[in-house]
């Protein structure tokens, strides 16, 4: 995630862009384009997909964007997905290791659901704002 343009967005940049001609500036591909906050990327197991929280709508929600955007002629936004919808701000997403699962902190509670964004349900209640979940292999 970066502010380079002056909004936050998300790219994304090989691993060895330092030994690429030109370095890693014009080897980024920028996987979001708005005026609104678009950030705390986290990859899919599989590496398909980038999973962040933005407040596009006026309040924090996750999306997914599928990264086989960059290699074809195809605008990501046309790839990108809303995955939430609640009135609090859903923010720390985390994919489950096989994939399947997403958790995510909405307001001061822990949910979980589907990797599609189907099946919200509630983990736990009164957890900290701003927390960084991980599941456990």
Do not use: K
């Not at 939430?84 to 659901?113: E, K, L, N």
């Amino acid at each position: 995630m970066s502010n380079r343009d002056d909004f936050f967005e998300v790219y994304i940049a090989a691993a060895d862009c330092p030994d690429l001609p030109g370095g890693c500036t014009p080897n980024l591909y920028r996987l979001t384009d708005n005026r609104a906050f678009d950030g705390f990327p986290v990859w899919s197991p599989d590496g398909t997909q980038l999973l962040f929280s933005s407040d596009r709508s006026g309040n924090f929600e996750l999306y997914t964007v599928e990264v086989a955007c960059i290699r074809q002629p195809l605008d990501c936004s046309a790839v990108t997905r809303r995955l939430t919808d609640q009135p609090a701000r859903d923010i720390s997403p985390s994919w489950s290791p096989d994939g399947r699962h997403i958790a995510f902190i909405s307001g001061r509670a822990v949910y979980v659901m589907n990797a599609d964004g189907s099946h919200i349900r509630p983990m736990m209640d009164d957890v900290l704002p701003d927390q960084f979940l991980v599941w456990r292999p």
